[in-house]
T-cell receptor, first 115, second 113 residues
């Protein structure tokens, strides 16, 4: 079975703090893709990053960084020096390409950054 | 402008009255999908389509139908809506399969009384 777990339902931090959002996934497939999406209070869903199962290199984009570890089936997301505009719900997602082509989302983590 | 559009954005209806939520994309994407978002449950995939005339069930297909007669359109049909289908619905598309980033529509807030 394929599953994505985001155990942190809600996190509150003070502006400029660093915060890590956890994502743990389950799949038996060897080829799969992991994603992060952001849903700000306005409600739209915004793509942040995609990573395939063969690329464990960490990625940094400005204040955002992602740590992919196959050994622990995790794909964590860190925001450095958080800002109020980072307040949103963040979703981790998994897709596979063997047999079915489903897209599985976690339940999301609501991040509140306080000024 | 590249986009996914959904209509209507808001809908209040009554139990049993058939309804259709339209979804259209102008990016020539092959993969399209419908999700519902409920508090505490995240987004759950209802149906997806790999291409014209190719559709398949997601994780929560019961009570829904879809069709893909044209590449750009992927309507979601509720033949006999029930209150447990009250939810926020998102349509999405991606270039092909499910391994590309998805572009989401603005969402449709459905209330079934």
């Amino acid at each position: 079975a394929q599953k994505v777990t985001q155990a942190q339902t809600e996190i509150s931090v003070v502006e400029k703090e660093d915060v890590t959002l956890d994502c743990v996934y389950e799949t038996r497939d060897t080829t799969y893709y992991l994603f992060w999406y952001k849903q700000p209070p306005s409600g739209e869903l915004v793509f942040l990053i995609r990573r395939n199962s063969f690329d464990e290199q960490n990625e940094i984009s400005g204040r955002y960084s992602w740590n992919f570890q196959k050994s622990t089936s995790s794909f964590n997301f860190t925001i450095t020096a958080s800002q109020v505009v980072d307040s949103a719900v963040y979703f981790c997602a998994l897709s596979t390409t063997s047999g079915t082509y489903k897209y599985i989302f976690g339940t999301g983590t609501r991040l509140k950054v306080l000024a | 402008e590249a986009q996914v559009t959904q209509n209507p954005r808001y809908l209040i209806t009554v139990t049993g009255k058939k309804l259709t939520v339209t979804c259209s994309q102008n990016m020539n994407h092959e993969y399209m999908s419908w999700y519902r978002q409920d508090p505490g449950l995240g987004l759950r995939q209802i149906y997806y389509s790999m291409n014209v005339e190719v559709t398949d069930k997601g994780d929560v297909p019961e009570g829904y139908k879809v069709s893909r007669k044209e590449k750009r359109n992927f309507p979601l049909i509720l033949e006999s809506p029930s209150p447990n289908q009250t939810s926020l619905y998102f349509c999405a598309s991606s270039l092909w399969q499910a391994n590309n980033e998805q572009f989401f529509g603005p969402g449709t807030r459905l209330t079934v009384l």
